[in-house]
């Protein structure tokens, strides 16, 4: 028996012997990213839910030699010279768990569970709200901009920019269809900004409004009726999927979630939503997503563009909602608290937080979190609306 010979045929045959050979050093350096993912999202509690899963399935992806998941099954499939079949056949773990992300699974069900969790009542108490969720949709059309002049194509570009919107599904759902090469850096992004919201806002929110605009105090909103909330859901499904046929399964999924929510006779559909469903979802979503961080097609200067365009995309929503409140503010003779203008990004809930918790740094007796949540709630329907205008656009 060759033992020598045995011994170095198991190390060829390792993925430790990868990391010497040609760019094997790039595997390195991801590891070492999907590490401080970890850290950010365990010790830092940067989205923990999805940031624990995305760094998680990149560490797997880049760990050499296991077969888990293979970006070259990936390009022939977007070649069109294989379907899903071939790929559930030769493909691994997380080729197979990927699916429901092209697919569009994932991210619709993650908008159902939003669409239960979330209560439309304060967008329906004030409809002018819906107003600021369009303001902040501002960066996603800058940073498209911006992204062009990079030279990215039209597509990656329009993928870039929903980042501004500051959903994930969101980002995450368009970019499966117009940019794929492109997913694990914008969803990194995405989320990151998402969980740094507490850490962005504030200076911007200081910067657009004066210490009066930041002191007002805003008025209760009036009652919403239980049968507004159940006609809402289905008024702006048949509305919004009519204009825009392509918003249908983020739309039609967060409506349904949200009618399950308020019709009163389906609270089993609706627990099962907000907690089971989307527990499932949200961890076959991260997996598949970090799966997608092959170092030799994250470690590029594209990816740096994305993120440095992806804080400017979110940056300029923000602002395009803080201006907005301004604009209200002036209209309504000081009625309106601009600081809600920033919850128009839809980050639910977390951006209203921030708008409650800068309000109340002004003044002490403001109480702007349900006043926020209108923008907040209007930005879920903005940053879909958004994404499905750029699918209508740039679509195959």
């Keep these: 028996m ?24 790039k595997y390195l350096v991801m590891i070492v990213v999907a590490c401080v993912l970890l850290y950010l999202g365990i010790v830092k509690q940067f989205e923990p839910l999805l940031l624990v899963g995305i760094a998680f399935g990149a560490l797997l992806t880049n760990l050499p030699g296991n077969g888990l998941y293979t970006p070259e099954l990936w390009d022939r499939f977007l070649a069109g010279e294989i379907g899903f079949g071939t790929i559930m056949h030769d493909g691994g773990l997380l080729d197979i768990l990927y699916i429901g992300v092209k697919a569009g699974v994932y991210p619709s069900l993650i908008f159902m569970g939003i ?18 969720g369009a303001a902040a949709q501002l960066g996603v059309f800058v940073a498209y901009i911006g992204a062009v002049i990079l030279g990215f194509t039209g597509n990656q570009a329009a993928s870039i920019g929903i980042i501004g919107g ?92 949200n009618l399950w929510r308020e019709c009163g006779v389906t609270e089993r559909l609706s627990d099962t939503v907000q907690n089971a469903l989307m527990n499932i979802v949200t961890v076959f979503l991260g997996i598949s997503v970090g799966a997608t961080t092959v170092a030799s097609r994250f470690l590029t ?13 979110f940056g300029i929503s923000t602002v395009g909602g803080l201006l907005g409140g301004d604009v209200m503010y002036v209209l309504t003779g000081g009625k309106v608290n601009p600081l809600i203008g920033s919850a128009g990004v839809s980050a639910v809930p977390m951006a209203a937080r921030v708008s409650q918790k800068e309000g109340q740094k002004a003044n002490p007796a403001n109480f702007l979190l349900m006043h926020a949540m209108g923008p907040n709630v209007a930005g879920v329907i903005g940053s879909a609306v958004a994404a499905g205008f750029m699918l209508k656009v740039f679509g195959a």
Excluded: H
């Design 2 to 25: 060759d033992v020598l010979g045995t011994l170095l045929k198991l190390w060829n045959d390792s993925g430790f012997n990868s990391f010497f050979v040609g760019e094997g050093w």
């Design 115 to 132: 669409g239960a969790m979330t209560d439309f009542g304060p967008l329906l108490s004030n409809p002018k709200s819906l107003l600021l």
């Design 166 to 257: 500051a959903d994930g599904p969101t980002a995450i759902f368009l970019t499966t269809r117009l940019a794929p090469e492109l997913l694990g850096a914008i969803a990194i992004a995405a989320y990151s900004y998402m969980a740094l919201i507490p850490l962005i806002q504030p200076p911007l929110m200081k910067l657009c409004t004066t210490k009066k605009m930041r002191q007002v105090k805003m008025e209760q909103t009036r009652v919403v009726t239980k049968t507004e909330k159940i006609i809402f859901p289905i008024v702006v499904s048949i509305f919004v999927i009519l204009l825009l046929p392509s918003t249908a399964p983020l739309i039609g999924c967060l409506m349904l979630g």
């Design 301 to 313: 200067l594209d990816t740096l563009k994305i993120v440095v365009l992806g804080l400017v995309a």
